[in-house]
């Protein structure tokens, strides 16, 4: 089995990389969203203000790997988050820095800056690897006490 421990990245790292002042706030909203929504990074940079139906705690999906268009749940605090971002705006990149649209290259450069070297793809990957450890967790216990699913 592939070892996988460096793809993985803690709840501290990430917690300290999301209150990091010096990081501009929509990198930190991308790393947000990043980590505890079912998105990917090409699909987030692809975001237009509206995209983030904010109400609803959803963001529409328009660019998806598949090319699929569908709706994706973010959180209470995502939501807030972008609600800051956006400001007054009512069209245009979601996250921009100078005016224009954040581009991969930055997101990943400041993740890498401010964990010591952990890769923009381990917020993905460790958010999934938690979501499939809740999963499992739930299957056994559920077997445990003689539940079927």
Same mark, same amino acid.
């Given at each position: 089995?592939?070892?996988?421990?460096?793809? =993985? *990245?803690? $709840? =501290?790292? *990430? $917690?300290?990389?999301?209150?990091?002042?010096?990081?501009?706030?929509?990198?930190?909203?991308?790393?947000?969203?990043?980590?505890?929504? /079912? *998105?990917?990074?090409?699909?987030?940079?692809?975001?237009?203000?509206?995209?983030? /139906?904010l109400d $609803?705690? &959803?963001?529409?999906?328009?660019?998806?790997k598949e %090319? $699929?268009?569908?709706e994706a749940? !973010?959180?209470?605090?995502?939501?807030?988050? &972008?609600? /800051?971002? !956006?400001?007054?705006?009512?069209?245009?990149?979601?996250?921009?820095? %100078? %005016? #224009? #649209? &954040?581009?991969?290259?930055?997101? @990943?450069?400041?993740?890498?800056? *401010?964990?010591? +070297?952990?890769?923009?793809?381990?917020?993905?990957?460790?958010?999934?690897?938690?979501?499939? +450890?809740? @999963? =499992? &967790?739930?299957?056994?216990?559920?077997?445990?006490? +003689?539940?079927?699913?």
């Open positions: 089995m592939m070892d996988t421990t460096h793809l =993985l *990245v803690t $709840d =501290l790292e *990430v $917690d300290s990389a999301l209150a990091n002042p010096a990081v501009p706030a929509a990198v930190r909203a991308v790393w947000q969203l990043l980590w505890e929504s /079912e *998105v990917r990074l090409d699909e987030v940079l692809a975001f237009d203000v509206p995209d983030a /139906e $609803d705690r &959803l963001v529409v999906i328009r660019h998806a %090319g $699929d268009v569908y749940g !973010i959180t209470a605090s995502a939501a807030n988050a &972008l609600r /800051e971002l !956006i400001g007054s705006r009512t069209d245009g990149p979601l996250f921009t820095l %100078g %005016g #224009r #649209r &954040l581009t991969k290259g930055e997101v @990943a450069t400041a993740f890498r800056e *401010v964990t010591g +070297g952990r890769t923009i793809h381990a917020l993905q990957f460790t958010r999934q690897r938690k979501e499939q +450890g809740s @999963a =499992l &967790l739930g299957s056994t216990a559920d077997q445990a006490e +003689g539940k079927t699913t």
